[in-house]
């Protein structure tokens, strides 16, 4: 899938290098969104800096033209996703698109380097996420 940046994320490649935490998230400019996207971008950096990186990917149905401006707009470092065509194709495949309303749901995966789900959990819309309990899933991978 592409990134906001132009270059194209294999999650079976970065999963073979790192656990990964991969979290969607319905909208670019949204106010969750925009809430959480500091944070994950925060953390990214932590985690990627750590001994044994674990990496964390962001993900939206919104094309990656609207997630590279709104990445620059918050001058995020964060890998972002566009899932914009074929439409929700990814979170199809992992269960959180909501058809109805054509977005992903707030779901988080965390992914171990065999390229397995170990975890997952969804929220409502309009709840915001507190990742610790992710990243306490993807150290515990490490041994």
């Known amino acids: ?3 906001q940046f132009g270059s194209t994320i294999h999650l079976a490649e970065v999963s073979r290098r790192s656990a990964v935490i991969l979290v969607f998230f319905p909208f670019a400019f949204s106010p969750v969104c925009g809430d959480e ?7 990214g950096q932590t985690l990627a800096a750590e001994s ?8 939206s149905v919104d094309s990656k033209y609207t997630l590279a401006a709104w990445s620059s707009e918050r ?6 996703g566009s ?4 439409h929700g194709e990814v979170a199809k495949s992992y269960g ?10 707030r779901g988080v995966f965390v992914i171990s380097q065999t390229g397995t789900i170990v975890t997952s959990r969804q929220v409502a819309r309009t709840e915001t996420r507190d990742f610790s309990v992710d990243v306490a ?3 515990a991978l490490r041994g």
Do not use: K, N, T
């Not at 001058?75 to 972002?80: E, F, K, N």
């Not at 899932?83 to 074929?86: A, G, V």
């Open 83 to 86: 899932d914009f065509w074929p």
């Open 96 to 105: 959180v698109f909501d058809a109805d309303h054509g977005v992903a749901e």
């Open 137 to 139: 899933q993807a150290r």
């Open 52 to 59: 044994a990186p674990i990496e964390v990917i962001g993900m």
């Open 1 to 3: 899938m592409p990134d």
């Open 37 to 43: 996207v500091r944070a994950l971008d925060d953390l």
């Open 75 to 80: 001058g995020l470092r964060l890998d972002l």
